[in-house]
T-cell receptor
């Protein structure tokens, strides 16, 4: 009965490869997010989708491409991986964008680039 | 622009000690304020929230009061436990801005 689930939990790959991280939420929320957390625990918003539409797109390299096939899923595809992409990536969801609604987070995907 | 500033950690306490983690914010308008907690190897979980000035959020013995006059939302707990060891994040929800996190370590 996991609310927000991400796969894989760990991802180890070489520089230059292309990889995807999947996220699904079963809370019936309209809004989903991707965050990047660096080694110092700093958490930064990357993207947000509301009802499959992109509403937030922070300054992120265009090697990162989110895709939302339906409002319960938000996947993250990364092309040409670089060393600096090593981080923990968190998916989250909320009932509606911004406002007073708290976010529910997945357990994270730890991406390590060799 | 909007921002959140948290005290740097780690905060190291003995069990049953009093905890304060400071958080101040800069924002336009009247944002909602949140505290999230992250246990090792897990995602962030909502700990408590406050949606307007003078609101007090509370959960699991933790409290924080939304102070508009001092633009603060400090987290407090009267008696910490070893199980409270985690990283705590203050957040401005409207702008999806999180503080840098404060690691709390509680020793028996």
């Amino acid at each position: 009965d996991t609310a927000v689930s991400q796969t894989p939990k760990y991802l180890v790959t070489q520089m230059g490869n292309d990889k995807s991280i999947k996220c699904e939420q079963n809370l019936g929320h309209d809004t989903m997010y991707w965050y990047k957390q660096d080694s110092k625990k700093f958490l930064k918003i990357m993207f947000s989708y509301n009802n499959k539409e992109l509403i937030i797109n922070e300054t992120v390299p265009n090697r990162f491409s989110p895709k939302s096939p339906d409002k319960a899923h938000l996947n993250l595809h990364i092309n040409s991986l670089e060393l600096g992409d090593s981080a923990v990536y968190f998916c989250a969801s909320s009932q509606e964008p911004g406002g007073n609604q708290p976010q529910h987070f997945g357990d994270g995907t730890r991406l390590s680039i060799l | 622009g909007d921002s959140v500033t948290q005290m740097e950690g780690p905060v190291t306490l003995s069990e049953e000690a009093f905890l304060t983690i400071n958080c101040t914010y800069t924002a336009t308008g009247y944002p909602s304020l949140f505290w999230y907690v992250q246990y090792p190897g897990e995602g962030l979980q909502l700990l408590l929230k406050a949606t307007k000035a003078d609101d007090k959020g509370s959960n699991k013995g933790f409290e924080a009061t939304y102070r508009k006059e001092t633009t603060s939302f400090h987290l407090e707990k009267g008696s910490v436990q070893v199980s409270d060891s985690a990283v705590y994040f203050c957040a401005l929800s409207d702008k999806l801005i999180f503080g840098t996190g404060t690691r709390l370590q509680v020793f028996p």
